[in-house]
């Protein structure tokens, strides 16, 4: 005998159906991962980091049932000084030969409005894991116009999120000297974008560009 369900059922197995997170791709050519530091209460130093990736399962419907993970080639940091890049890798700092990936998990998102919310998750720095809160927004949401050769008409939504990390909750607690040049919290800021990919060709630039 078989039985039938409920429309009550029916309905929530199909909402849930349509609601699975979809994957969307990181547009390298179109990302940023910058920071500054206070330096003796003068101008700040800044920097970025050059080379990272990421996933994006992104749940429009439940956006708080998205996982989104960064991870961060820690030696591609870039302050644009030789010297002091070169001690930021350093055991004082980054320590990239013991610990050479940088990543973040995302643990929770609260959405504060239809574009913009906070962002929680474990930042994982030197081999020690600590959790941080990035405020993002979404800037835009649309399609690739049909002109631009190689962008295949592709959904594009950009993003923008800031944060702050206390380095000492990572181990990093060199200090040069009294009122050192290094301050104990690094402000974060991220640009990026995020295309939808699947089944687009392999010539694509907003897909493949640096893969």
């Given at each position: 005998?078989i039985?039938?369900?409920p429309l009550a059922?029916l309905l929530?197995?199909?909402?849930?159906?349509?609601a699975a997170?979809t994957?969307w791709?990181?547009?390298?050519?179109?990302?940023?991962i910058?920071?500054e530091?206070?330096?003796?209460?003068?101008?700040r130093?800044?920097?970025r980091?050059?080379?990272?990736?990421?996933?994006?399962?992104?749940?429009?419907?439940?956006?708080?049932?998205?996982?989104?993970?960064?991870?961060?080639?820690?030696?591609?940091?870039?302050?644009?000084?030789?010297?002091?890049?070169?001690?930021?890798r350093?055991?004082?700092?980054?320590?990239?030969?013991?610990?050479?990936?940088?990543?973040?998990?995302?643990?929770?998102?609260?959405?504060?409005t239809?574009?913009?919310?906070?962002?929680?998750?474990d930042l994982?720095?030197?081999?020690?894991?600590?959790?941080?809160?990035?405020?993002f927004k979404?800037?835009?949401d649309?399609?690739?116009?049909?002109?631009?050769?190689?962008?295949?008409?592709?959904?594009?939504?950009?993003?923008?999120?800031?944060?702050?990390?206390?380095r000492?909750?990572?181990?990093?607690d060199?200090i040069a000297f009294?009122?050192?040049?290094?301050?104990l919290?690094?402000d974060?800021?991220l640009?990026?974008?995020?295309v939808?990919?699947?089944?687009?060709p392999?010539?694509n630039?907003?897909?493949?560009?640096?893969?």
């Open positions: 005998m039985r039938t369900l059922a929530m197995a199909a909402t849930t159906a349509q997170p994957e791709t990181l547009d390298l050519g179109h990302a940023h910058g920071w530091i206070n330096h003796m209460g003068l101008s130093t800044v920097g980091f050059n080379s990272f990736d990421g996933t994006f399962l992104i749940d429009e419907e439940a956006p708080e049932n998205s996982q989104i993970t960064f991870t961060i080639d820690a030696a591609s940091i870039d302050s644009n000084h030789e010297a002091r890049d070169t001690h930021l350093h055991s004082d700092y980054l320590d990239v030969e013991a610990a050479p990936q940088i990543t973040f998990t995302s643990t929770d998102i609260l959405m504060l239809p574009t913009s919310g906070k962002l929680t998750g994982s720095l030197r081999g020690q894991t600590a959790p941080v809160t990035l405020d979404m800037i835009r649309r399609t690739y116009p049909d002109f631009i050769p190689d962008y295949d008409e592709v959904r594009v939504v950009g993003f923008e999120a800031t944060g702050e990390i206390l000492l909750d990572h181990g990093m060199f009294l009122d050192s040049p290094t301050g919290s690094v974060v800021d640009h990026f974008d995020l939808q990919c699947a089944g687009v392999d010539s630039i907003p897909c493949t560009w640096g893969r």
